[in-house]
């Protein structure tokens, strides 16, 4: 509880004594820490393993972008086109897969295919920039407007805060409905699921729906603070997977696990490049050879993810189990 | 309460049904016995619309419910403990039978039947809180039998019920099985330990390669020559 109450006020008060880059690496965590929750909705609590994530990060982002630059619609408002849009791709894609009932790894690289081709369509569309990219205008303002996603990153920070929080919420909540209770009946045995009476068509439908929902903020988000899109960043696999280490490596299915997954991650990897500066070495792909050994040793000593084993050693019982070893 | 008619069911080309029939009335247990591969396990499935037939119909309490999906099948009362009892592993004892009671039909008297299923199977009650996957088989397939009466069905489906289990535990389940028709439900027994079911049975079936070749009274078959040479090895 105590510790509870100190990290709460410790991340309500960061941005007043945290330079720029530690303000950077703090909004990185979060923003991941979101994006992770919304990927653990479908593969946590349902079990459907989309690796295609970035789709709904690509689309959010340059939806919300486009109404922006052409239309002068404020983000506040084009961020609900974005979780329309996003959720029909979504849709879209559960429906083509759950229907004809392609599951597991035939479902993940659906999620691909479509990610990637998105990508290539995005290449070529020369109304949002094609692949020479997409630029929001930045203009310097006095003060900080929330509506319009412009402003300082103490801003940034506290919007993402926010968004994570209420994301965790919101997903604390749907675990405890009849929703929950039926995906993860979907993620333990689909058969036996679909004995007891449950429609899983529907629940994985909803699964989707409201985990790509979810997403396209994350892709707002990123459009309006780092105001450049290049489809070749944004839509790549690559992208998808920094999306789905965070949960993994947390623990898949639980609550805190991707909030964890993403800290973890974000200060180990933002470590590694700074020491590297510190030596002035410079090697390529040294962050995603990190990331792999991370995940060889979270499957090595902790296969259900370092949040469960925590929560073990601090006595709590953590809610939202995760699918069981193996 | 059920009847099937002249059902027919494929997996692709193969013939797993061919024109099987049969009757199941109200309170009764009815037995479908055969051999591995016999086809009584998709006859299951096709009842409970987890498999579309190609030809026949089956009726539940005289509405035709043939190719309904099976959250539909559910919510009208047919309740299904499937074949190696597919509990869900990560979820406690009383997550895995809420979950058994969130269909229409169930879910305001969810607690009175919690209560009901607890008072049947004590050791439910006892690991209430325990991660379903940590329990022995038999308890697992207590949980399965409790799960299903959750949903409050007016007829169960068990499929091969002691698969796998030692046989004091089976001995337990069938004393659950015949309990539970006692207080009136209506059972449809699949099993391949042929002795046991067709004593259990008022009516029995004999499938074979997805066709009904025998029935009768449960204990008319026990006796007939043939059954006891090809099931019972006597």
Redesign the interface.
Known sequence: MLLMAVLTAALLILPAFADTYILSVAILILYFAYLGQAWNVMMGFCGQLSLGHSLYVGVGAYVSAALFVHFGIQPWLGVWAAVLACMAAGAAIGVLAFRFGIGGVYFALLTIAFAEFTRIGFDHLRWVGGSGGFFLHVAQREFNDVLALRGSPAMFYYVMLVATVAAFVFCAWLLHTRIGYYWQAIREDPEAAQALGINTFRYKMLAIVISSGMSAFGGVFFAFYYNNLFPEQIFSMSRSIEIILGPIIGGIGTLFGPILGAAVLTVLAEGITELMAAFGWEIPGVKQVFYGACLLAVIVFVPRGIWPALARCLGLESRGKGPRDG | MLEVCDLDLYYGDAQALDRVSLKVDDGSIVAIVGANGAGKSSLIRAI?G?EKPRSGQICFRGQDITGW???R???LGIG?V?EGR??????TVQ?NL???A??HRARASRRRILTDVFTMFPPLAERRSQ?A?TMSGGEQQMLAIG??LM?RPEMIMFDEPSLGLAPTVVHEVFRAIRELNEKGMTILLVEQNVAVSLKLASQAYVLENGKIVMEGRGETLLTDDGIRRSYLGL
């Open positions: 409970a987890i999906e099976s959250y099948t559910c919510d299904q499937a597919q509990i869900f592993p990560s979820l997550e809420e979950t058994g969130m269909l991660l996957g799960r299903c949903g």
